[in-house]
């Protein structure tokens, strides 16, 4: 009897990239965090809320680099700030500076400056590593590995869900294949895994040893 076998063809998103089909480990309730993000540009302004609800009243907002009425004799930089803990799709913030952006013309932009919760898709940062865990533990399951490609520079950062002391638990979608080719959305993988190498700044890549090797 004649066998005739099939090669199976996976989409250039799944392509030696996913190992596993495991679930990330997402803790029951909020996290204290330590790291600094960026704003994302989807919004003109980025509200703050007193209170991790939409429905909370809004202390101030965040300008972004969609922000209305862009001067093009300015270098508009995202805002950044700190963040000190992850719940239910939100993120609490503080200390929020515009301190990039301007020339010797101009000055930075109003921001909100105080503590306040942002939606959780609203903050961006840096991760410097290919590699996403299915917990804050290297010896832990690997999710994801993009080789030599760090993840935000392959994918676009979704939400970030939770904190464990370097780790981030994040939400993501590649955009790019292996080869740097942007992808279909029906090959937009999207995941969620742990991952350590935060970066803090939006314009260049941060000075630290890489966490893969």
Request: hydrophobic share 40%.
């Amino acid at each position: 009897m004649l066998l005739v076998l099939s090669t199976l063809t996976l989409s250039p998103a799944l392509s030696a990239q996913a190992t596993s089909n495991a679930a990330a480990w997402t803790p029951a309730g909020p996290t204290a965090c330590h790291f600094s993000a960026w704003t994302s540009s989807q919004k003109p302004v980025i509200r703050v809320y007193a209170a991790p609800s939409i429905n909370a009243d809004v202390l101030g907002g965040l300008p972004t680099t969609e922000g209305d009425d862009p001067d093009p004799d300015i270098d508009y930089y995202p805002v950044t700030f700190d963040v000190t803990e992850a719940r239910d799709g939100w993120l609490r913030i503080k200390s929020a500076s515009d301190a990039m952006t301007g020339n010797d013309e101009s000055r930075p932009r109003p921001v909100y400056r105080g503590e306040g919760w942002i939606e959780a898709a609203d903050a961006q940062v840096g991760i410097q590593s290919a590699r996403g865990y299915a917990r804050p533990d290297v010896g832990s399951e690997r999710l994801l590995d993009l080789g030599s490609d760090w993840l935000t520079d392959r994918a676009e950062l979704l939400g970030i869900v939770a904190c464990q002391g370097d780790w981030l638990l994040l939400d993501y979608a590649l955009d790019f294949s292996e080869n740097w080719e942007p992808l279909a959305p029906k090959d937009r993988t999207r995941g969620r895994a742990w991952f350590r190498g935060v970066c803090a700044s939006a314009e260049t890549t941060c000075d630290m040893r890489s966490v893969d090797k």
